[in-house]
């Protein structure tokens, strides 16, 4: 999006994640806030010609664990953005949601189950933006994924947790993403 001109905006809570998404994208702007904070959501929102909706509360297992911290990220910050673009009527919206809301089953599903409900509930009120749902699966080595998490493990000596050996898991690699 840079190459083509485009102003990037980003917003982070995580002041490590802040530090690092600057020194890796010097060129994007960077908000610090949190998808529930309004003020920040329309300030980052202001005048923009698309918005991707990548935050989450993504891990599923401390979802489970935390359901209201799943439900305030995931279902109420969904609703920040929603709010913000009916204000703002970019021309579209892409939230980024997962497989597991095909076949709800826990905590994490139901709330991006509720973030697509949002989105077509959106649509249907603001005629001008295009909102629209891209679900994923596993992507390998993101945050908090299984790959990762034994990686470090096995760099720090530690032994690698299997939950269920019959478990299988397929994943997406980043470059399968962006083609």
């Known amino acids: 999006m840079l190459n083509e ?3 990037v905006i980003g917003i982070a809570r995580n002041e490590g994640n802040l530090i690092n ?3 890796l994208f010097p060129e994007v702007k960077i908000i610090s806030g949190d998808i529930n904070d309004e003020w920040n959501i329309r300030k980052a929102m202001k005048g923009v010609e698309g918005v991707f909706h ?3 509360y ?3 297992g401390m979802a489970e664990k935390e359901p209201l911290q799943c439900i305030k990220s995931n279902v109420l910050g969904s609703i920040q953005v929603i709010k913000a673009s009916i204000r703002e009527k970019p021309r579209f919206v892409i939230g980024i949601s997962t497989d597991k ?3 709800v089953s826990g905590v994490y599903g139901a709330t991006k189950f509720l973030m697509e409900k949002l989105f ?3 649509e249907s009120i603001n005629t001008h933006t295009q909102y629209r749902i891209v679900r994923f699966g596993n992507i390998l080595c993101s945050t908090g994924s299984v790959i ?3 990686k470090n493990d096995i760099l720090a000596g530690n032994q690698i947790e299997i939950t269920d050996p019959e478990a299988t898991r397929f ?3 980043l470059m399968m993403l962006s083609t």
């Open 148 to 150: 990762c998490n034994w």
């Open 21 to 23: 998404y600057q020194h």
């Open 120 to 122: 077509l509930e959106a």
């Open 5 to 7: 001109g485009y102003e």
């Open 171 to 173: 994943f997406l690699r």
């Open 54 to 56: 990548l935050a989450a």
């Open 101 to 103: 809301a095909a076949h």
């Open 58 to 60: 993504k891990h599923v």
